[in-house]
């Protein structure tokens, strides 16, 4: 069972570690300092929903139904690019800014209103939204997962969905956490601009790939 663990947090760690929607939004949050925590658990509890739904039988079932998984697809494209053409327009805001203001610190929350002060079930909802909306997440979780611990007798079975869902946790509160720590040093405007266009990049590039994934 130990072993059977062991795999599943190793798999699990491969499958969330690779940088994409969630990594990129849970990061920017950690760098705002902004509920942070709140979105990590709620990325990492929809992450073990749904590899124990695929570990004890969603895989099956998704495969069965692909109309579904179409339809997140074209939901999850749309959030994407909207998410990405949002962080767009706060890398611009930040070097209209730049050039009416020389001291940014004190006036970002007032020229950028996305990078106020969040309630907390705006961030919730968001988090959900970049969740639930990509079809990556059920593609790694539900099918590759549960299709792999589906493969594994009943007690190995639990300890491998145990293994997942721990690498989850692990992996979303580390990287809020580290986010955190690291925005004192990436307070700079230009490096606060540079990690807008990369999320813009991140969220486009992952929105055309589904896009063209529509058309095979």
Not at 26 to 41: E, K, M, Q, T, V
Not at 53 to 79: H, K, S
Not at 91 to 100: E, G, K, L, P, T
Request: charged share 10%; with cysteine.
């Amino acid at each position: 069972m130990i072993l059977a663990a062991i795999q599943g947090f190793g798999l699990g760690l491969g499958m969330i570690a690779p940088i994409g929607a969630q990594n990129t939004y849970i990061l920017n949050r950690g760098l705002d300092r902004n509920y942070h925590f709140a979105s990590a658990a709620v990325c990492s509890c929809c992450d073990a929903v749904l590899i124990s739904v695929g570990i004890f039988g969603g895989a099956e079932l998704l495969g069965r139904n692909p109309a579904v998984l179409t339809l997140v697809t074209v939901a999850g494209i749309a959030f994407l690019m909207f998410y990405g053409l949002t962080s767009l327009h706060s890398a611009a805001r930040r070097v209209c800014s730049a050039h009416r203001q020389r001291n940014m610190a004190a006036s970002i929350e007032q020229e950028n209103p996305r990078l106020g002060r969040k309630t907390l079930s705006l961030v919730i909802l968001g988090t959900l939204s970049v969740t639930l909306l990509n079809p990556h997440v059920y593609l790694d979780t539900v099918v590759l997962l549960g299709s792999v611990g589906g493969q594994y007798e009943p007690e190995r079975r639990l300890a491998f969905a145990i293994g997942t869902i721990a690498a989850s946790f692990i992996w979303f509160f580390s990287l809020s956490l580290a986010a955190a720590r690291m925005a004192p040093l990436l307070e700079n405007n230009t490096v606060r601009i540079a990690i807008d266009l990369l999320v813009c990049s991140v969220m486009l590039f992952i929105a055309l790939r589904l896009f063209l994934g529509l058309q095979d």
